[in-house]
Nanobody, 123 residues
Framework: QVQLVESGGGLVQAGASLRLSCAASGRTFSNYAMGWFRQAPGKEREFVAAISWTGGSTYYADSVKGRFTISRGNAKNTVYLQMNSLKPEDTAVYFC????????????????WGQGTQVTVSS
Protein backbone atom coordinates (compact mmCIF):
# COMPACT_ATOMS: atom_id res chain seq x y z
CA GLN A 1 0.00 0.00 0.00
CA VAL A 2 0.91 3.65 -0.36
CA GLN A 3 0.46 6.53 2.06
CA LEU A 4 -1.63 9.43 0.72
CA VAL A 5 -2.09 12.93 2.13
CA GLU A 6 -4.49 15.43 0.57
CA SER A 7 -4.18 19.20 0.86
CA GLY A 8 -5.49 22.36 -0.76
CA GLY A 9 -9.09 22.38 0.38
CA GLY A 10 -10.77 25.43 1.80
CA LEU A 11 -13.75 27.77 1.82
CA VAL A 12 -14.37 29.67 -1.41
CA GLN A 13 -17.19 31.47 -3.16
CA ALA A 14 -19.06 30.07 -6.14
CA GLY A 15 -17.10 30.57 -9.34
CA ALA A 16 -13.72 30.41 -7.62
CA SER A 17 -10.95 27.89 -8.20
CA LEU A 18 -9.01 25.52 -5.98
CA ARG A 19 -6.21 23.08 -6.64
CA LEU A 20 -6.08 19.96 -4.52
CA SER A 21 -2.88 18.00 -4.08
CA CYS A 22 -2.32 14.40 -3.08
CA ALA A 23 1.18 13.52 -1.94
CA ALA A 24 2.09 9.85 -1.98
CA SER A 25 4.84 7.75 -0.51
CA GLY A 26 5.70 4.13 -1.11
CA ARG A 27 7.79 2.17 -3.55
CA THR A 28 4.83 1.04 -5.69
CA PHE A 29 3.36 4.50 -6.26
CA SER A 30 5.04 5.12 -9.62
CA ASN A 31 3.05 2.27 -11.18
CA TYR A 32 -0.33 3.17 -9.63
CA ALA A 33 -3.38 4.77 -11.13
CA MET A 34 -4.76 7.60 -9.00
CA GLY A 35 -8.20 9.03 -8.48
CA TRP A 36 -10.28 11.58 -6.61
CA PHE A 37 -13.58 10.94 -4.85
CA ARG A 38 -15.84 13.12 -2.77
CA GLN A 39 -18.48 12.63 -0.14
CA ALA A 40 -20.96 15.16 1.18
CA PRO A 41 -22.75 14.65 4.54
CA GLY A 42 -25.57 12.15 4.16
CA LYS A 43 -24.55 11.31 0.60
CA GLU A 44 -22.88 8.35 -1.04
CA ARG A 45 -19.23 8.53 -1.98
CA GLU A 46 -18.94 9.84 -5.52
CA PHE A 47 -16.27 9.30 -8.13
CA VAL A 48 -14.76 12.54 -9.43
CA ALA A 49 -11.74 11.85 -11.63
CA ALA A 50 -9.01 9.29 -12.29
CA ILE A 51 -5.70 9.18 -14.12
CA SER A 52 -3.47 6.33 -15.26
CA TRP A 53 0.03 6.01 -13.84
CA THR A 54 1.52 7.43 -17.04
CA GLY A 55 -1.00 10.25 -17.19
CA GLY A 56 -2.11 9.13 -20.65
CA SER A 57 -5.69 8.21 -19.72
CA THR A 58 -8.18 10.19 -17.67
CA TYR A 59 -11.81 9.77 -16.62
CA TYR A 60 -14.21 12.34 -15.21
CA ALA A 61 -17.64 12.28 -13.69
CA ASP A 62 -20.18 14.07 -15.84
CA SER A 63 -20.84 16.52 -13.02
CA VAL A 64 -17.27 17.89 -13.17
CA LYS A 65 -16.32 17.36 -16.81
CA GLY A 66 -15.07 20.59 -18.35
CA ARG A 67 -14.49 22.20 -14.95
CA PHE A 68 -12.03 19.88 -13.18
CA THR A 69 -8.69 18.60 -14.44
CA ILE A 70 -6.66 15.77 -12.93
CA SER A 71 -2.92 15.64 -13.52
CA ARG A 72 0.26 14.08 -12.17
CA GLY A 73 3.45 15.79 -11.12
CA ASN A 74 6.66 15.19 -13.01
CA ALA A 75 7.94 12.81 -10.36
CA LYS A 76 4.52 11.05 -10.23
CA ASN A 77 4.50 11.23 -6.45
CA THR A 78 1.90 14.01 -6.46
CA VAL A 79 -1.52 14.11 -8.11
CA TYR A 80 -3.48 17.32 -8.56
CA LEU A 81 -7.12 18.17 -9.04
CA GLN A 82 -7.60 21.61 -10.54
CA MET A 83 -11.16 22.72 -9.81
CA ASN A 84 -12.54 25.71 -11.69
CA SER A 85 -15.96 27.34 -11.72
CA LEU A 86 -16.79 25.79 -8.37
CA LYS A 87 -20.43 25.39 -7.43
CA PRO A 88 -22.08 24.94 -4.03
CA GLU A 89 -22.91 21.36 -5.02
CA ASP A 90 -19.17 20.65 -5.18
CA THR A 91 -19.02 21.00 -1.39
CA ALA A 92 -17.70 17.74 0.07
CA VAL A 93 -14.73 16.05 1.63
CA TYR A 94 -12.38 15.11 -1.21
CA PHE A 95 -10.33 11.92 -0.98
CA CYS A 96 -7.58 10.64 -3.20
CA UNK A 97 -6.90 6.98 -3.79
CA UNK A 98 -4.40 4.72 -5.53
CA UNK A 99 -4.89 1.42 -7.30
CA UNK A 100 -3.21 -0.93 -9.70
CA UNK A 101 -5.43 -0.14 -12.70
CA UNK A 102 -7.47 2.90 -13.62
CA UNK A 103 -10.65 0.85 -14.00
CA UNK A 104 -10.39 -0.30 -10.40
CA UNK A 105 -9.88 3.28 -9.25
CA UNK A 106 -12.91 4.55 -11.18
CA UNK A 107 -15.00 1.85 -9.51
CA UNK A 108 -13.61 2.67 -6.07
CA UNK A 109 -12.09 -0.80 -5.77
CA UNK A 110 -8.63 0.15 -4.65
CA UNK A 111 -6.81 -0.29 -1.38
CA UNK A 112 -5.19 3.06 -0.53
CA TRP A 113 -7.06 6.17 0.60
CA GLY A 114 -6.02 9.49 2.04
CA GLN A 115 -7.64 11.20 5.02
CA GLY A 116 -9.51 13.76 2.92
CA THR A 117 -9.58 17.54 2.58
CA GLN A 118 -12.68 19.68 3.00
CA VAL A 119 -13.92 21.81 0.11
CA THR A 120 -16.73 24.23 0.88
CA VAL A 121 -18.26 26.45 -1.80
CA SER A 122 -20.57 29.22 -0.66
CA SER A 123 -23.29 30.87 -2.73
Amino acid sequence: QVQLVESGGGLVQAGASLRLSCAASGRTFSNYAMGWFRQAPGKEREFVAAISWTGGSTYYADSVKGRFTISRGNAKNTVYLQMNSLKPEDTAVYFCGAGLRIGEVVAGHHGSWGQGTQVTVSS
